[in-house]
């Protein structure tokens, strides 16, 4: 259904910085940046024939997160989650709502954690055990 989703950053190496290290985790390689025609600066991960991306805004407004938003990143296994949430949290992510654990989705069972990156957006690590 997504081409690709792109949310904004206030601090693109910051961004780099935390997200190279939390989406390695889950098997993204680095980041690579881009210049887009207007001079702004963007970040893209490429993984599984999904596209990732961070932008400085191109309003020259401040970045700011989507309230009610949340991205999710699938992960593999229940210790994949946990490491997604504790290496997002070494680098600067805020914890949220419960510890990583099992809880009852609307299609099962599924072990997840929530954090707020640096620029306070919302994601989610998210297992589905079989």
Known sequence: MFTHV???TNDIEGAKR??????GVIGAGEGVFNTAATGHV????????NTFCLSEPINDEPATPANGG???FKCDSEAQVQEFYDVAV????TPVEAEPGLRNGSTGPVFLAYVRDPDGHKLCALYRPQ
Do not use: C, K, N, P
Not at 42 to 49: I, K, P, S, T, V
Not at 90 to 93: L, P, R, V, Y
């Open 6 to 8: 792109m949310i904004g």
């Open 18 to 23: 935390f997200y190279d290290a939390v989406l």
């Open 42 to 49: 963007r970040l893209f991960y490429r993984h599984e024939g």
């Open 70 to 72: 949340t991205l999710g």
């Open 90 to 93: 070494q680098h600067g992510a």
